[in-house]
């Protein structure tokens, strides 16, 4: 059985840093895409980053670019989200997810989901003064 844990939110203020985490386990993130979420307060949750497994080459949303850094980590089950120069806007919770498929591009062009298949239950960033 997959499961997605996340960690590390909280609350910070304008301009401040947070590093989101996230731990597997039934899957090794190495082998698949990884991306994250965020679903802000009265908002659809949208897609802020991904990784692809096939090159570890990355995608941003344009709101982020420049700020946020989605990395694996040194075992096979985690990954990351650096999170600099944080935002007021930038408040939501934030959710880890994963593709069933393995060495795949991510694909924020195939819907909502990014067609990403496992799911955390998310951590809360709070960026306020």
């Known amino acids: 059985q997959v499961q997605l844990v996340e960690s590390g939110g909280g609350m910070v203020q304008p301009g401040g840093s947070l590093r989101l985490s996230c731990t597997a386990s039934g899957i090794s993130l190495d082998y698949h895409t990884v991306g994250w979420f965020r679903q802000g307060p009265g908002k659809e949750r949208e897609g802020v980053s991904c990784m692809s497994a096939s090159d570890n080459s990355t995608f941003y949303i344009d709101s982020v670019k420049g700020r946020f850094t989605i990395s694996r980590g040194y075992t096979w089950n985690t990954v990351y989200l650096q999170m600099n120069s944080l935002k007021p806007e930038d408040t939501a919770v934030y959710y880890c997810?994963?593709?069933?498929?393995?060495?795949?591009?991510?694909?924020?062009?195939?819907?909502?989901?990014?067609?990403?298949?496992?799911w955390g239950k998310g951590t809360l960033v709070t960026v306020s003064s």
């Open positions: 997810s994963a593709d069933s498929s393995t060495f795949t591009l991510c694909s924020p062009s195939t819907g909502a989901t990014w067609g990403m298949d496992f």
